[in-house]
């Protein structure tokens, strides 16, 4: 019974999240200044018959409130909306998501390789030249802008060194993944290191670490299944959180590297003033991110006994 409440007072939450956020994005979105219905005309102005016509098309002439019950409508029944072209937005993105999904999943694993081998060997090399390395690298990554790391990465190893393509995905998986997906992937990696860091010297501290010591068990031991159990526990509970950011963080990069996927998509929507596929793209994240926090909770769960208990 406890558990019930607890799930339902969880999935309460969440639907009241994506409740207000999606009225936001698509009051917001419908407010940008500028006519898009007068904007397909191009140089040529449309009729005012031809405009009201549009309007009452795309519903574009009723209250915000009505437009977006009707939106949320569609969404039970997968309907993500049309853009004026009369294409629909789910389809766009389900041609599109591959690109996204293998972009977020392979700069994930930067995150996870590099983010936590830096911070467990910062960790047991502390106060040292290689410690004050990591730490002061991971600083100054992390202030860096992602389009100015963008830019200078693509400038320097694809266009000067050619190591890497310089956009696109013709060069296919990984090779044409890799620099945008460290790109992305430097942000995380930094936190990812930097906690991993500080759990790993509060376990080494641990009285269960000493006792484990005083037995006589071999330094990999200790480290590698006492101290590592124990304090990558908020290390994979971000890292499942980020999953959801690295998801809907990819706008950018995927326009500096022409990447076809949803962020690139969402970028065309916002330049071309498409309300639906800003709203449906914008509400297709959302729900990523909604879904991934309920797996984080599951997954910290079933890590921490003090959680379930």
Do not use: C
């Not at 022409?258 to 969402?266: E, R």
């Not at 909604?290 to 769960?301: C, G, I, N």
Request: hydrophobic share 50%; glycine share 12%; aromatic share 8%.
């Amino acid at each position: 019974m406890r558990t019930a409440l607890v799930v339902g007072r969880r999935l309460g939450g969440l639907l009241i999240v994506f409740l207000g956020v999606t009225f936001l994005i698509y009051a917001m979105t419908f407010a940008l200044p500028g006519d898009p219905i007068k904007a397909l005309g191009g140089d040529r102005p449309l009729s005012d018959a031809v405009v009201h016509a549009l309007r009452a098309e795309y519903h574009l002439d009723e209250p915000l409130w009505q437009q977006y019950l009707r939106y949320l409508g569609g969404l039970l029944h997968g309907d993500f909306g049309t853009d004026f072209d009369g294409e629909s937005v789910g389809s766009e993105m389900a041609a599109r998501w591959p690109v996204t999904i293998a972009l977020a999943l392979t700069a994930w694993l930067f995150e996870i390789v590099l983010g936590i081998g830096l911070g467990v060997v910062s960790a047991l090399r502390r106060g040292t030249v290689l410690d004050r390395t990591v730490l002061i690298g991971t600083i100054v990554i992390g202030a860096v802008p992602v389009f100015v790391l963008g830019v200078g990465a693509q400038l320097v190893f694809s266009v000067r060194l050619r190591w890497f393509p310089v956009a696109g995905v013709t060069a296919g998986w990984p090779f044409a993944y890799v620099l945008p997906a460290l790109v992305i992937a430097v942000f995380g990696l930094a936190a990812v290191s930097r906690l991993t860091r500080t759990s790993v010297l509060d376990t080494l501290d641990a009285d269960f670490v000493r006792t484990a010591r005083a037995k006589g068990l071999t330094p990999g031991r200790v480290v590698g299944v006492h101290v590592m159990r124990n304090s990558l526990i908020p290390t994979v509970t971000y890292l499942a959180t980020d999953l959801g950011y690295l998801m809907g963080g990819t706008v950018i990069v995927e326009g500096i590297f022409n990447l076809p996927g949803v962020g690139n998509l969402l970028f065309q929507g916002i330049r071309s003033h498409e309300g639906a596929t800003v709203v449906g793209i914008s509400t297709a994240l959302i729900l990523v991110f909604l879904v991934t926090s309920v797996l984080v909770d599951l997954l910290h769960a079933a890590l921490d006994p003090r959680v379930r208990r």
